[in-house]
């Protein structure tokens, strides 16, 4: 137990270095969002960064973003298109011993807490046979929806912020299902 503790204790420390990126990107779309729409939509290219075990399809190209700690490394990867964000992240933590279900559901309540997001809906997944969870959160201005999965002591995270007063269904459903684990 002491172990798993000292891990959330741990993976804290990463998720306000995340809040703050995540909280850069709503400030990003924010201002995005006073921009003329585009008559043509971005195509959806494949986001398939080397090394990061991962492949997700996004509305244009990505923005990389990283963040170097002594303990972990978080590359986050964003792509805002109209008045939505579309991120995927991974972090690489040291080893230990914890309960992944707990370090999920810790960094769901953290991730919220730090967006200050009503948490509306939570549920396990299963992404190539690795168990995650999905959640949706709600803040005044957006729409919020993430997939979390740990794998060994990497940490996946796929998240979208979608201001209320636009339907992104599609693009989201789209971007969610395309992620896949991949040989690092």
Do not use: C
């Amino acid at each position: 137990m002491h172990h798993v503790t000292g891990y959330l204790a741990y993976l804290n420390v990463g998720h306000e270095t995340m809040r703050k990126l995540i909280l850069s990107l709503l400030v990003l779309l924010t201002l995005l969002s006073n921009t003329p729409a585009q008559t043509e939509p971005s195509p959806w290219v494949t986001l398939a960064p080397e090394g990061a075990g991962f492949s997700i399809l996004v509305p244009g190209k990505a923005v990389e973003t990283i963040d170097k700690k002594r303990s972990y490394t978080l590359h986050l990867f964003s792509v805002t298109v109209g008045r939505a964000t579309y991120a995927a992240s991974y972090s690489d933590y040291q080893p230990g011993k914890l309960d992944p279900a707990t370090a999920l559901t810790a960094n769901r309540d953290r991730f919220n807490k730090g967006l200050e997001a009503t948490l509306t809906s939570s549920r396990e997944i299963t992404i190539d046979g690795h168990t995650g969870i999905e959640f949706t959160s709600e803040t005044p201005a957006a729409n919020v929806k993430s997939q979390l999965l740990m794998v060994g002591n990497r940490l996946f995270q796929t998240a979208t912020f979608v201001f209320r007063d636009v339907d992104e269904t599609r693009n989201v459903d789209r971007f969610f299902e395309s992620f896949k684990l991949t040989p690092k």
